[in-house]
C-alpha cells in the first residue's frame, strides 16, 4: 500500500515538473511569438475547413557527389525551401521574423519527402540546419540542408556515349490533392546550382520541373518533380579504353610482316594480344554493372577488337597450315615427275640399243658371228625387267601413300572452292595486311556513326 502510495506521488511530481518547464518555456519566447502561439495547434493544418494550402518549393543543389552505374543512384546534397501561407501566424509589422530552427516543433509543417530516396538525413553540425521565417502577411518560409541518394534508372546500351536523365520527385505522404497543392515557385527557375557544377564524368544538359499527381490506393497526392539530364564525357574513356584495344589490333597486325617459318615469333604475338585484350575487357567490366541485360556499346567495341586479334592468330594457323599442304602436295608432284623421267630414260636406252645392234648385224654375217647371242643377248636384256639398266626406286610404303592420297585430295576438294584456292600460301599475309586494316577502318566508321548519330 505504501509502495503504490509513493508511485502515485512520484508520478504526480513529474507531471508538474514538466508543466512548470512548459511555462517556463512559453516565458522565455518573445512577446509577439507568444501572442502568435496562443491558440495555435500545430496538429492542424492552415486553411483546415477552407481549402487546401498551396505549398510553394524552390530548390538549390550544392552538390552532385556521386553517380553510380552499378547502384543506378546519384548523391545529392540540396537546400529546400518550402513556402506556404499560414492564416494563423499574421501579425502586424513590416519586418519578417527569423526564429531559431528548434522552434519548428511549434509550428505545422508539411510532411515533404523524397519519392526515389534511398537514404537521406538532414545535416545538424553544428545544429540540425533548419530555417524558419515569418512574414507579417502570415507566409512562413522552412529551408532544409538534405543528403540524400536517390535511385536514378539508366539505360546503359550506349555507355560510354550515353545521356542520362535523373529525376528529383518531393511529394506530400499524407496530405492528398484535398488538402495541400504543391508548385514550383518560379518555374523551371526554381532550381539552381546546376550551372556551377563540376561533375566527374558528366556534364549537366538540360533541367526542366513539371508538376504532377500521385495516384495511390489512398487518393491522389501532389507530387513535383525535377528533371535534369546527364551526359557522360567520353575522353576518359577514349584514353583508358578505345586507344589501348585499338592500339592492341594495329600490334597483332604486326605478325603479317613476318615469315612463316618464324612461328615462335607469331605465335608469340598472337597470344599475347588475345591475353592482353582478355584482361583488358575484365577490367572495362568491373566498374558496371554485372546482373544487368545491357550490351552496352563499349562491350561490342571490346568484342571487334578481340575478334580482329583473335582472327589474326586464326590467318597464321591457316597460312601454315597452308603451306604444309602446298610442299607436301609439290614433293607428291616432284615424285610423279620423277618416274615418268624415269620410264623415258628407259625408253630412249633401250632404242639406242635397239639401234646399235641392227647396224653390227649388218656388218657381220649371221652364221659366223660368235657375239650374236651377246649381241642378242644385249638387244635383249635392256627390254628384259632383271637386266642390268638402273633400277626404279623403290616404291614408297603403304602408309605414306596412303597420306599422300589424303593431302592430294584434300588440295583437290580445296580448289573446287575457288574462295579458298591459294596457289602460294605466302600470298595470304599479303592479303590480311590489306584486309584487315581496312575491315577495322570499315567497322569503325559504322560503329561510331551509329552509337554517335543514332
Not at 12 to 20: A, D, G, I, K
Not at 195 to 204: E, F, G, N
Not at 312 to 330: K, M, N, P, Q, S
Request: with cysteine; proline share 5%; net charge negative.
Amino acid at each position: 500500500m505504501r509502495e503504490m502510495l509513493a508511485a502515485i506521488g512520484r508520478c504526480r511530481l513529474l507531471e508538474s515538473s514538466l508543466l512548470n518547464a512548459e511555462v517556463k518555456e512559453g516565458e522565455i519566447l518573445p512577446p509577439t511569438i507568444q501572442r502568435l502561439m496562443k491558440g495555435y495547434n500545430k496538429y492542424l493544418r492552415p486553411f483546415f475547413d477552407n481549402g487546401p494550402v498551396t505549398v510553394g518549393m524552390s530548390l538549390d543543389i550544392a552538390s552532385i557527389d556521386t553517380i553510380s552505374e552499378i547502384n543506378m543512384d546519384y548523391t545529392a546534397t540540396i537546400f529546400l525551401r518550402q513556402r506556404w501561407t499560414d492564416e494563423r501566424l499574421v501579425f502586424e509589422g513590416n519586418k519578417s521574423l527569423s526564429l531559431d530552427g528548434r522552434l519548428v516543433e511549434l509550428l505545422w509543417v508539411p510532411d515533404t519527402f523524397i519519392v526515389d530516396s534511398k537514404k537521406s538525413f538532414l545535416h545538424d553540425i553544428t545544429v540540425e540546419n533548419r530555417l524558419i521565417r515569418i512574414f507579417p502577411n502570415g507566409t512562413v518560409l522552412y529551408a532544409l540542408r538534405i543528403t540524400t541518394t536517390v535511385a536514378c534508372n539508366m539505360d546503359l546500351t550506349k555507355y560510354p556515349m550515353d545521356k542520362q536523365t535523373c529525376t528529383l520527385q518531393l511529394e506530400s505522404w499524407g496530405y492528398n490533392i484535398n488538402d495541400v497543392m504543391f508548385y514550383w515557385t518560379r518555374g523551371n527557375e526554381s532550381v539552381s546550382g546546376l550551372d556551377s557544377l563540376q561533375l566527374a564524368q558528366y556534364t549537366v544538359e538540360d533541367h526542366y520541373t513539371s508538376v504532377s499527381e500521385a495516384i495511390y490506393e489512398t487518393g491522389n497526392y501532389p507530387r513535383l518533380v525535377f528533371h535534369f539530364e546527364l551526359k557522360r564525357s567520353i575522353l576518359y574513356f577514349i584514353l583508358e579504353t578505345y586507344v589501348p584495344s585499338s592500339l592492341l589490333v594495329v600490334l597483332s597486325w604486326v605478325s603479317f610482316w613476318i615469315s612463316l617459318s618464324s612461328v615462335p615469333a607469331r605465335i608469340c604475338i598472337g597470344v599475347t594480344t588475345v591475353l592482353t585484350m582478355t584482361t583488358l575487357m575484365m577490367g572495362a567490366r568491373t566498374s558496371l554493372p554485372n546482373a544487368n541485360c545491357f550490351i552496352k556499346a563499349i562491350d561490342v567495341y571490346l568484342g571487334i577488337c578481340f575478334s580482329f586479334i583473335f582472327g589474326a592468330l586464326i590467318e597464321y594457323a591457316v597460312a601454315h597450315f597452308c603451306t604444309l599442304t602446298h610442299a607436301d602436295a609439290h614433293m607428291l608432284m616432284y615424285g610423279h615427275r620423277m618416274y615418268d623421267f624415269d620410264d623415258e630414260m628407259n625408253g630412249i636406252v633401250t632404242t639406242i640399243s635397239t639401234h646399235s645392234n641392227r647396224a653390227k648385224r649388218r656388218k657381220e654375217p649371221a652364221a659366223t658371228s660368235p657375239s650374236v647371242p651377246a649381241s642378242t643377248e644385249l638387244a635383249v636384256r635392256p627390254s628384259s625387267p632383271s637386266g642390268s639398266e638402273p633400277k626404279p626406286e623403290a616404291a614408297p610404303p603403304e602408309h605414306t601413300n596412303w597420306c599422300l592420297t589424303v593431302l592430294a585430295t584434300l588440295r583437290k576438294i580445296l580448289r573446287a572452292i575457288h574462295c579458298c584456292h591459294v596457289e602460294n600460301p605466302h600470298h595470304i599475309d599479303n592479303y590480311s595486311r590489306v584486309t584487315f586494316p581496312l575491315s577495322f577502318v570499315i567497322v569503325n566508321l559504322l560503329y561510331w556513326t551509329y552509337y554517335l548519330y543514332f
